[in-house]
């Protein structure tokens, strides 16, 4: 039996390799677009196809959290095969899901269960899950494994340079940063999850123009020092994310960063044309356990 198991939800888009790698339950948040219901995990082998039919209508899709029931299901599938369960889920500034889990996980007392905000999302929560994953796998064990997550979540910050804030605003999802709407012709945002607004999405800077939010995104990166774990994160942007990664190896030719694509429960919020840069620094443990 194995010692830790990790349970997340469907706004990490994990790489399904790494996913069956380390056999991560995925709790999936759902769509509702054009009349129906979808779960996200698995929905789509190819985001661009969900960001076509995005593009086709003058509304946005709603999304919607899991239910008790599917983190009970989720749990109670891993109970059978590991000593404890750690799971790690989108901010709580942007979504109930981590409020979900933890009821479910009060209605299953005789489990070693462990639910944590991630305070972010998608490339984020990847970040925390790849090396929590790795950490448990080496042999670590679950107080060991929490101090790593706790050190990515204090330490980590991902700016993310959105193509348009009208996704933003007629989501509901926009927080300082709502005052720059209607000037979009004259600046760049870069936006964030601030930790003292409870981690909603908020302005970071604004800037002139798409170089220099760029230039200040990698500003912002080389002020972490080094090593760090990065990864790009973009909203069926793949180009213009691959461009971003050949940014960072300019300034680290040491480091690898990841390129992850942004799912539709997220993509419909921060819009099509978004990229960013999560990083964090790593410790040497750390850089022994991960990528980067």
Same mark, same amino acid.
């Given at each position: 039996?194995?010692?830790?198991?990790?349970?997340? *939800?469907?706004?990490?888009?994990?790489?399904?390799?790494?996913?069956?790698?380390?056999?991560?339950?995925? !709790?999936?948040?759902?769509?509702?677009?054009?009349?129906?219901?979808?779960?996200?995990?698995?929905?789509?082998?190819?985001?661009? *196809?969900?960001?076509?039919?995005?593009?086709?209508?003058?509304?946005?899709?709603?999304?919607?959290?899991?239910?008790?029931? *599917?983190?009970?299901?989720?749990?109670?599938?891993?109970?059978?095969? !590991?000593?404890?369960?750690?799971?790690?889920?989108?901010?709580?500034?942007?979504?109930?899901?981590?409020?979900?889990?933890?009821?479910?996980?009060?209605?299953?007392?005789?489990?070693?269960?462990?639910?944590?905000?991630?305070?972010?999302?998608?490339?984020?929560?990847?970040?925390?899950?790849?090396?929590?994953?790795?950490?448990?796998?080496?042999?670590?064990?679950?107080?060991?494994?929490?101090?790593?997550?706790?050190?990515?979540?204090?330490?980590?910050?991902?700016?993310?340079?959105?193509?348009t804030l009208e996704y933003l605003r007629r989501g509901g999802r926009i927080g300082g940063a709502a005052a720059?709407?209607? &000037?979009?012709?004259?600046?760049?945002?870069?936006?964030?999850?601030?930790?003292?607004? &409870? &981690?909603?999405? *908020?302005?970071?800077?604004?800037?002139?123009?798409?170089?220099?939010?760029?230039?200040?995104?990698?500003?912002?990166?080389?002020?972490?020092?080094?090593?760090?774990?990065?990864?790009?994160?973009?909203? &069926?942007?793949?180009?213009?994310?691959?461009?971003?990664?050949?940014?960072?190896?300019?300034?680290?030719?040491?480091?690898?960063?990841?390129?992850?694509?942004?799912?539709?429960?997220?993509?419909?919020?921060?819009?099509?044309?978004?990229?960013?840069?999560?990083?964090?620094?790593?410790?040497?443990?750390?850089?022994?356990?991960?990528?980067?």
């Amino acid at each position: 039996m194995a010692r830790i198991g990790f349970v997340t *939800d469907s706004t990490a888009y994990l790489p399904r390799e790494f996913k069956e790698e380390f056999q991560i339950e995925v !709790v999936s948040l759902t769509i509702n677009f054009e009349g129906e219901s979808y779960p996200e995990e698995g929905l789509y082998e190819d985001f661009a *196809d969900f960001y076509e039919r995005l593009s086709q209508v003058p509304y946005l899709p709603t999304t919607s959290q899991p239910s008790v029931g *599917d983190f009970l299901q989720a749990y109670e599938r891993l109970a059978g095969r !590991v000593e404890s369960i750690i799971s790690v889920h989108i901010t709580g500034g942007i979504s109930g899901t981590v409020k979900t889990a933890r009821s479910a996980a009060q209605m299953l007392p005789e489990l070693d269960i462990t639910v944590i905000d991630s305070r972010i999302t998608a490339v984020g929560l990847y970040t925390i899950l790849e090396a929590a994953a790795r950490a448990a796998a080496a042999g670590l064990g679950k107080g060991d494994v929490l101090q790593i997550i706790d050190h990515i979540v204090e330490h980590q910050l991902l700016l993310f340079i959105p193509a348009t804030l009208e996704y933003l605003r007629r989501g509901g999802r926009i927080g300082g940063a709502a005052a720059l709407i209607g &000037n979009l012709l004259q600046i760049k945002p870069i936006l964030f999850f601030n930790p003292a607004k &409870n &981690n909603i999405i *908020d302005l970071y800077d604004k800037v002139r123009t798409k170089e220099k939010a760029i230039q200040r995104v990698l500003a912002e990166m080389e002020k972490k020092g080094a090593p760090l774990k990065t990864v790009v994160g973009h909203v &069926n942007a793949e180009q213009e994310g691959r461009n971003l990664v050949e940014r960072v190896k300019a300034l680290h030719p040491e480091y690898s960063p990841e390129l992850c694509p942004v799912g539709p429960v997220i993509g419909t919020h921060i819009g099509p044309g978004a990229m960013g840069l999560c990083f964090y620094p790593l410790t040497p443990q750390l850089e022994k356990l991960v990528k980067f």
